[in-house]
């Protein structure tokens, strides 16, 4: 199954990428990223995607550190409304969690085991995918990410007690210390930030409670990812489709595969591109319609049509009515004879 990841994840890709003397788009390219994604921060993008291109940049230019130049850039930002929520809870312990339990909003395949002992806390990464561990870069990235995340709680500086990677050591062990601010063991059981247990109390000076419990409450009304194919083929072609860029080849690309991939994984499940396309479609017309001062003919290239003829064909055969009589208020409902019959709003 392809995981997913808020392409906000790459928002200091290009940055991070021209400091080490890379072109960003043409590592994207690479790798079957499409480049639009930086400016929409909520499009999902395949995770085996962007750990291709972590690990590609990483060798392109020699930059053994890539993934904790970007995770150094980073923060709360990054996560959208899981960071929101992160920032406004009491405690660091209570932020910790948070992030915890809702860090598969922002990434599919990414997990944090909180594990209290009496003077310590350990939170494991743990990143799924198909290798038994997933690559280097994609774990420096994360965890460094972490890192960054609990510092930015404290109003002063901060430093776990040790990091563990489960990698070898790079050539550079000294800038490892220098990021996390602490000894760092290679070749360990796992990847992990040790804190002390006093940490966990510590006061959050952003925090707002009122705002928290908002905050909660929209998170876990969208706290549930799609895990089928195509729940997440729906998702994709949801958001292309309201930003007017709506292709199969360029889903594909958000998935990290081929269109091929995309029709035979519809098929086994018992649908087709064309069907949730039209399904979406059909959503988001009734919406752009009901604006009568959008052109006709901007809704059909939004949504993907030839013509605006097209589009018009296409609405009256999925609505038994035209657009003309939909925004007079006309709303077909089923006879008893089991047609369509008219009836005004």
Request: a positive charge; glycine letters at 6%.
């Amino acid at each position: 199954m392809t995981d997913l990841i808020r392409s906000a994840g790459l928002s200091y890709y290009p940055e991070v990428a021209r400091s080490v003397g890379l072109d960003p788009r043409q590592m994207m390219r690479k790798v079957r990223l499409p480049p639009t994604c930086l400016d929409k921060p909520d499009t999902p993008i395949a995770v085996a995607g962007l750990r291709r291109l972590l690990e590609l940049s990483a060798e392109a230019s020699g930059a053994e550190d890539f993934g904790l130049r970007l995770a150094e850039r980073g923060g709360l930002t990054n996560f959208g409304a899981v960071g929101l929520i992160v920032r406004e809870q009491a405690t660091v312990g209570e932020a910790i969690e948070a992030f915890s339990r809702f860090i598969h909003v922002h990434h599919d395949g990414m997990r944090l085991d909180v594990v209290r002992a009496k003077r310590t806390v350990t939170i494991t990464l743990r990143l799924r995918g198909r290798r038994p561990t997933a690559p280097r870069q994609a774990i420096d990235m994360a965890l460094g990410s972490v890192h960054r995340i609990i510092q930015s709680l404290f109003s002063s500086a901060w430093r776990p007690l040790e990091v563990h990677l489960h990698y070898p050591p790079p050539r550079d062990r000294k800038r490892y210390r220098e990021f996390f601010g602490c000894r760092v063991t290679f070749n360990a059981d796992g990847d992990a930030i040790v804190l002390s247990a006093h940490d966990m109390e510590r006061r959050v000076p952003s925090a707002h409670p009122l705002i928290a419990s908002y905050l909660r409450k929209r998170i876990e009304a969208i706290a549930t990812r799609p895990s089928s194919w195509e729940a997440k083929v729906d998702e994709v072609v949801r958001i292309l489709l309201a930003s007017g860029d709506c292709t199969v080849e360029r889903v594909a690309e958000h998935l990290a595969c081929t269109r091929r991939t995309v029709h035979r994984r519809l098929a086994a499940s018992g649908t087709s591109f064309s069907a949730i396309l039209d399904a979406q479609r059909a959503d988001l017309v009734t919406q752009l319609i009901d604006d009568p001062g959008r052109p006709l003919a901007d809704v059909a290239v939004q949504l993907g049509f030839s013509a605006q003829s097209a589009m018009a064909r296409w609405f009256r055969g999925r609505f038994g009515c035209t657009i003309s009589a939909w925004r007079k208020g006309v709303r077909p409902r089923t006879s008893s004879t089991g047609g369509l019959a008219a009836t005004a709003a």
